[in-house]
């Protein structure tokens, strides 16, 4: 009778070891999920930009992942959520050191103007304001 106890508890733990290897072959334990949790402004926020201003900073981002690695390939899409003006473009993508540029032209009118960047799910807020021309 012992050799029969013997014979299945070796059974047993022969199962699952086979088991957890199984599920280990499942995992990739070596590479974690990796996505964009970092998504910040760099430059070109809060600047007083004249009418006539010719000479505007870049508006610019950054995106990172989950490590703390410059993210490339992340397309952000830029809008001007309140004032006037126009962005050299709708839309830009990361380069290799994670960040993105438009450049912001004031409109015809003074004041507040907020530009939104989006970058998958996250999104961060530029604030500039435009002043009479000098």
């Given at each position: 009778?012992?050799?029969?106890?013997?014979?299945?508890?070796?059974?047993?733990?022969?199962?699952?070891?086979?088991?957890?290897?199984?599920?280990?072959?499942?995992?990739?334990?070596?590479?974690?999920?990796?996505?964009?949790?970092?998504?910040?402004?760099?430059?070109?926020?809060?600047?007083?930009?004249?009418?006539?201003?010719?000479?505007?900073?870049?508006?610019?981002?950054?995106?990172?992942?989950?490590t703390a690695t410059p993210m490339a390939g992340i397309v952000v899409t830029w809008?001007?959520?309140?004032?006037?003006?126009?962005?050299?473009?709708?839309?830009?993508?990361?380069?290799?050191?994670?960040?993105?540029?438009?450049?912001?032209?004031?409109?015809?009118?003074?004041?507040?103007?907020?530009?939104?960047?989006?970058?998958?799910?996250?999104?961060?807020?530029?604030?500039?304001?435009?002043?009479?021309?000098?």
């Amino acid at each position: 009778m012992n050799s029969v106890f013997r014979l299945s508890r070796s059974v047993k733990r022969l199962s699952l070891g086979v088991a957890l290897i199984g599920l280990a072959g499942c995992l990739n334990i070596a590479d974690p999920p990796k996505g964009l949790t970092i998504f910040t402004i760099v430059s070109g926020n809060a600047q007083t930009i004249p009418l006539n201003a010719t000479n505007i900073d870049p508006l610019v981002v950054r995106t990172y992942d989950d490590t703390a690695t410059p993210m490339a390939g992340i397309v952000v899409t830029w809008t001007i959520v309140a004032g006037g003006g126009t962005l050299s473009a709708t839309s830009t993508t990361t380069d290799a050191a994670g960040n993105a540029s438009v450049n912001y032209k004031p409109g015809t009118s003074t004041g507040i103007v907020t530009i939104k960047a989006t970058a998958i799910d996250l999104d961060v807020t530029f604030t500039e304001t435009v002043v009479p021309a000098t």
